[in-house]
C-alpha cells in the first residue's frame, strides 16, 4: 500500500534527522572515550569509538520510531492506536523544544498537500482562538464586534448541519474595523487566508462598475458562487461597498440565503457565510453613541439593544441604493446588522501603537500623540469621535520617518 511506503520513507528520514540531532545529546551509560584505552587495542570492533557509535544508532532507532508513531498519530489520528501513542509518550516523557519543532514543521508540509486535518480539507482551519486573540489584541473600541462575531461565527461553524447560510452586515464609518474584522475573519478561518479557494470578496465599484452589465454580473456572480460551493464544504464571501451594489445582484443572493433555498440554487453547500460591508448609516451609529455619552453612559456600557433597532430602521428607510429595500433586508435574510462604534483620541492611539510595532519601529507617548492630533475630530463643538477613523495612520507614520 502507497501509505506503508510513505511510512517507511518517512522512518528512514526521521532517523537521519535524529542521528543529525544526537551530538549534542547526553551520551548514553557506560560509553567510554577513545583516550581512556581498551582491551584491545588492536581490534577496531572493540574500539570504544565504535562501540559509542553503536549505542548512538541504537538510541537514535529508538527515538526515531518514538517520533515516528508520534508524528503519524498527527497526521492519522483515526489509525493511531492508543497504546502505540502511550509507549511512544511514557510518563514524564516529553519532546524536546526543537524536537517537537521539527515534528510540527513535517507534519505541516505534509499536510500541505495531504487530506490530514481533522476537518477533512486542510484549506480550512478554523482556529477560533486564533480569532478571539486577535479581537481582544487588535482591535480597539469595538467590545459589541468582539462580543457578536465571535459567538455568531463561531456557533454557525459548529453547528452540525445549518438550514441556511450566515450572513452578518457590518456597519460604521470608514476606518472604524470592517475591512479589518474580515480580514481577521478569512485569516483564522482558512489556511491562505484571502487566497484561498473557498474564500471570494467582490468589491461593489471594481467588480460591478457599469450598470448596463448587470445581467453579465449576475451571471458570473451566480457561477462563481455556486462553483466555491461545489469546491469546499466552506465557503466565505464578502461584499464590500455593499450599499453600492445594483438591487438585481441583490436579488440573486436572495436563494444562497433563504432558510431553505431551492434545490438549484443550494449547490451542496454545507457552511457558508456572507459578510456584506457597508459605510450605510454609520451618521445614525454616531449620534446614537453621542447621545448615550452625554447622557452618562460609558462606551462599554453600550448594547445592541440600544443601536441594531435603529439603525435597522435607517437603513430599510434609506432612498438612495437599494440595499435597505432588497429582500435581503426585506425578509430578515441578514441574521445581524453589526454596529461599529465611531473611534475616540484613545482609540486612535492604539492603532498609531500597533502601526509601529508592525513594522518593527521604535516610539514615545509624545509620538503617538502627535499622530493623534493630525486627525480631524467631529462634531465641531464636542471634537470626541475621529472622522477617519483609524485610516491613513501608516501614512502618518510615514511623514515621522522622512
Known amino acids: 500500500m502507497l ?60 527515538l526515531s520510531k518514538r517520533y515516528w508513531t508520534l508524528f503519524s498519530c498527527q497526521v492519522w489520528p483515526d489509525d493511531c492506536d492508543e497504546d502505540e501513542e502511550a509507549a511512544a509518550r511514557p510518563l514524564g516523557w516529553r519532546l524536546p523544544l526543537l524536537g517537537q519543532r521539527y515534528l510540527d514543521l513535517l507534519t505541516t508540509w505534509y499536510c500541505s498537500f495531504q487530506d490530514c486535518c481533522p476537518s477533512g480539507d486542510c484549506r480550512i482551519s478554523n482556529n477560533f482562538t486564533g480569532l478571539e486573540w486577535d479581537l481582544n489584541v487588535r482591535l480597539h473600541g469595538q ?20 438550514d441556511k447560510a450566515l450572513a452578518l452586515s457590518f456597519h460604521g464609518w470608514s476606518g472604524t474595523g ?38 453579465l454580473y449576475k451571471e458570473q456572480l451566480m457561477g462563481q458562487i455556486q462553483d466555491t460551493q461545489q469546491l469546499c464544504h466552506q465557503t466565505l464571501f464578502i461584499f464590500d461597498e455593499a450599499e453600492k451594489l445594483h438591487p438585481g ?14 434545490e438549484g440554487h443550494r449547490a451542496k453547500f454545507a457552511w457558508t457565510i456572507f459578510l456584506f460591508l457597508s459605510n450605510l448609516r454609520g451618521d445614525i451609529i454616531n449620534e446614537v453613541v453621542l447621545k448615550l455619552l452625554k447622557a452618562g453612559w460609558s462606551r462599554e456600557e453600550i448594547t445592541m439593544e440600544h443601536l441594531e433597532p435603529h439603525l435597522q430602521a435607517e437603513i430599510v428607510e434609506t432612498t438612495d441604493n437599494g440595499f435597505g ?26 492603532c498609531a ?15 503617538l500623540d502627535e499622530i493623534a492630533q493630525m486627525m480631524v475630530y467631529v462634531p465641531k463643538e464636542e471634537q470626541l469621535f475621529s472622522s477617519q477613523g483609524c485610516k491613513s495612520i501608516s501614512q502618518r507614520i510615514n511623514y515621522f520617518l522622512s
Not at 551520551?27 to 572515550?33: A, F, I, L, V
Not at 465599484?205 to 450598470?211: G, S, Y
Not at 443572493?253 to 431551492?262: D, S
Open 143 to 162: 467590545h459589541l464586534v468582539r462580543q457578536l462575531v465571535l459567538r455568531t461565527v463561531r456557533g454557525y461553524l459548529e453547528t452540525p448541519q445549518p
Open 178 to 215: 470592517k475591512n479589518f474584522v474580515a480580514r481577521m475573519l478569512v485569516e483564522n478561518l482558512y489556511r491562505d487566508g484571502l487566497m484561498s479557494d473557498c474564500v471570494r470578496m467582490f468589491i461593489a465599484t471594481f467588480h460591478f462598475p457599469h450598470r448596463k452589465y448587470v445581467d
Open 325 to 350: 429595500h432588497s429582500r435581503l433586508v426585506k425578509e430578515n435574510l441578514i441574521d445581524y446588522f453589526i454596529p461599529f462604534l465611531p473611534l475616540e483620541y484613545r482609540h486612535v492611539r492604539l
Open 353 to 367: 501603537r500597533d502601526a509601529f510595532l508592525s513594522q518593527e519601529l521604535l516610539y514615545t507617548e509624545e509620538t
Open 3 to 62: 501509505r506503508g511506503s510513505w511510512r517507511q520513507l518517512w522512518l528512514f528520514l526521521l532517523l537521519l534527522l535524529q542521528l543529525l540531532l544526537l551530538p549534542g545529546a547526553p551520551e548514553p551509560r557506560g560509553t567510554s572515550r577513545p583516550w581512556e584505552g581498551t582491551d584491545e587495542p588492536g581490534s577496531a570492533w572493540a574500539w570504544p569509538g565504535f562501540q559509542r557509535l553503536q549505542e548512538q544508532l541504537r538510541a537514535a532507532g529508538a
Open 249 to 262: 445582484l441583490l436579488e440573486v443572493l436572495g436563494p444562497h440565503l433563504e432558510r431553505r433555498a431551492p
